[in-house]
């Protein structure tokens, strides 16, 4: 298997400064879990991106600090509440000899009979699962195939689940993955309309409370950058 290859550098911005780097298109990051401690770098935000696409949190990176490489994996990514743009990462750097936890992320595929000519509803019941592997080992996605799905009785359950014996799954294994529930009735319909419109408002005040926040964070930097 090929591994993907990303470069950093050390950073020494810190703190509030990181914003500086942000407007330049670099993204701020620490690699942690490794023998050299906690180490903070940058990146550049559009090759980042690039590699998140392909690699997401499951598959091993080859991280090119400076001139040095470390295995990593990504483990958090923080995101600006307002824009939704990538600004800070979490790298963890792993040992190759030492099974990690994590969790892998499900995709549905195929077609489910209950749903097409049932007018049934499919429930996803699970997104992810969590698995022990070898970094080497770990898969990037957990391909479900819904196919078998052709009555309101069918469950898909974690046992149902095939994955090579290096990965071992930690999931009950009786927890159901997905299934399909019978089409609901029109006044369920509108309660649950109901229901989304109004998280959607609640989301919306939210989000002009920190975009003000934000704002005000901004006026105060820049005054203390005039005074200086």
Do not use: C, W
């Not at 800070?88 to 000899?97: I, L, P």
């Not at 196919?147 to 009950?172: G, R």
């Not at 998280?199 to 005000?216: C, D, Y």
Request: negative net charge; without cysteine.
């Amino acid at each position: 298997m090929t591994t993907l290859e990303l470069k950093s550098e050390k950073r020494t911005l810190l703190g509030k400064k990181v914003k500086s780097l942000r407007r330049k298109g670099i993204i701020p990051a620490v690699v942690y879990g490794g023998k050299d401690g906690t180490i903070p770098i940058e990146l550049d935000q559009k090759e980042f991106s690039k590699a998140f696409k392909t690699a997401g949190e499951t598959t091993l990176i080859k991280l090119l600090v400076g001139e040095k490489a470390k295995n990593v994996l990504i483990h958090d990514i923080g995101r600006d509440p307002i824009t939704g743009e990538m600004n800070h990462v979490d790298f963890y750097e792993v040992k190759m000899d030492e099974k990690i936890t994590t969790k892998v992320p499900l995709i549905f595929i195929g077609d489910a009979p209950a749903v097409i000519d049932l007018g049934g509803v499919l429930v996803k019941a699970m997104q992810e699962l969590e698995v022990r592997a070898l970094p080497s080992d770990l898969p990037h996605q957990i391909e479900i195939n819904i196919s078998q799905l052709e009555t309101f009785d069918d469950n898909i359950l974690v046992k149902d689940i095939k994955l090579p014996k290096n990965v071992e799954i930690l999931e009950n294994i009786e927890t159901s993955v997905a299934t399909v529930a019978p089409p609901r009735s029109e006044a369920e319909i509108e309660a649950l309309k109901g229901e989304v419109v109004e998280k959607v408002e609640e989301v919306e005040v939210e989000a002009e409370k920190k975009a003000k926040e934000r704002e005000s964070e901004e006026k105060e930097e820049k005054s203390k950058e005039a005074a200086a």
